[in-house]
């Protein structure tokens, strides 16, 4: 399992960003998808999840400006970030995560985009 996001980067309070995270290894499309983010010294916060069936979910943080989107066809899942505070800046990490055939829960990251918002 493979997850490789991209799209980070410098932007102004109130600019946008789109953040992409690749999927290779796994049936992307059998498996809900999620973001969370990181400030360094503090824990991992949960952004947002997608579902198999394209229901939606968001922290109360950025419900209303953020959306999570994924093409199937592509193996890629997206967080468009919109009216960006400099709140939101973070290290943002994709996951995906199930239970296997053996039971165990399987949890996977990708290595993670810097986003900075910052006059």
């Known amino acids: 399992v493979q997850l490789v996001e991209s799209g980070g980067g410098l932007v102004q309070p109130g600019g946008s960003l789109r953040l992409s995270c690749a999927a290779s290894?796994?049936?992307?499309?059998?498996?809900?998808m999620a973001w969370a983010r990181q400030v360094p010294g503090k824990g991992l916060e949960w952004v947002s999840a997608?579902?198999?069936?394209?229901?939606?979910d968001y922290a109360d943080s950025v419900k209303g400006r953020f959306t999570i989107s994924r093409d199937n066809a592509k193996n890629t899942v997206y967080l468009q970030m919109n009216s960006l505070k400099p709140e939101d800046t973070a290290v943002y990490y994709c996951?995906?995560?199930?239970?296997?055939?053996?039971?165990?829960?399987?949890?996977?990251w990708g290595q993670g985009t810097q986003v900075t918002v910052s006059s």
């Open positions: 997608i579902y198999k069936a394209g229901s939606t």
């Open positions: 290894g796994f049936t992307f499309s059998s498996y809900a």
């Open positions: 996951n995906a995560d199930w239970v296997d055939g053996t039971g165990a829960y399987r949890a996977y």
